[in-house]
T-cell receptor
Framework: DAGITQSPRHKVTETGTPVTLRCHQT?????MYWYRQDPGHGLRLIHY???????DKGEVSDGYSVSRSKTEDFLLTLESATSSQTSVYFC????????????????FGNGTRLTVT | KNQVEQSPQSLIILEGKNCTLQ??????????LRWYKQDTGRGPVSLTI?????NTKSNGRYTATLDADTKQSSLHITASQLSDSASYIC?????????????FGTGTRLTVIP
């Protein structure tokens, strides 16, 4: 397995509270991503990062922010959690710039199951 | 609209039997197509990646095919094992913008029974 650790693995929180999910990699890959997975939907991109302090929005970025202060860590923050953000969140990484990310596989973490009550 | 559709939604087969999963896409321009396996409670794991010029790719008992003209792909599993029980996700990459332009299918849930 690629060295990707997501924490926490499970979290229950109340509506309106801030939540931060952490993704830690040991592969020194440049590209990191946050996805959410919901029943009836394919994985959807929330935010992604090209490198330290270099991030951009994905398809479903509203209500989420990210930060990447070190190559190995990519944080996803829900500023004020809502019930619609109940989901399973996956972090992914892909090869460094030396290999074209277009044809390099994404390696996924094992997810964080977030429940917002 | 860029879409990826998979069929069937779910499938139950006997151990040792073969099966084929389907993926149709409308993503344009096409860059590459990937199949992932996702075990319950785990993240997806890459099985194959195929570019426009490749029409078959194998990974052990898994064989993926791609017909870029009809925009269809299939994943064939030979001599199924209980450990093949998982969701199989088809992912199509569009254009030139790298892995941040991926379109995911909703998956086929495969159950292999003894």
């Amino acid at each position: 397995d690629a060295g990707i650790t997501q924490s926490p693995r499970h979290k229950v929180t109340e509506t309106g509270t801030p939540v931060t999910l952490r993704c830690h990699q040991t592969e020194n890959h440049r590209y990191m991503y946050w996805y959410r997975q919901d029943p009836g939907h394919g994985l959807r991109l929330i935010h992604y990062s090209y490198g330290v302090k270099d991030t951009d929005k994905g398809e479903v970025s509203d209500g989420y922010s990210v930060s990447r202060s070190k190559t190995e860590d990519f944080l996803l923050t829900l500023e004020s959690a809502t019930s619609s953000q109940t989901s399973v969140y996956f972090c992914a990484i892909s090869e460094s710039i030396n290999k074209n990310p277009r044809i390099s596989p994404l390696h996924f973490g094992n997810g964080t199951r977030l429940t917002v009550t | 609209k860029n879409q990826v559709e998979q069929s069937p939604q779910s499938l139950i087969i006997l151990e040792g039997k073969n099966c084929t999963l389907q993926c149709n896409y409308t993503v344009s321009p096409f860059s590459n197509l990937r199949w992932y396996k996702q075990d319950t409670g785990r993240g997806p794991v890459s099985l194959t990646i195929m570019t426009f010029s490749e029409n078959t790719k194998s990974n052990g008992r898994y064989t993926a095919t791609l017909d870029a003209d009809t925009k269809q792909s299939s994943l064939h599993i030979t001599a199924s094992q209980l450990s093949d029980s998982a969701s199989y996700i088809c992912v199509v990459s569009a254009g030139q913008t790298g892995a941040n332009n991926l379109f995911f299918g909703t998956g086929t849930r495969l159950t292999v029974i003894p």
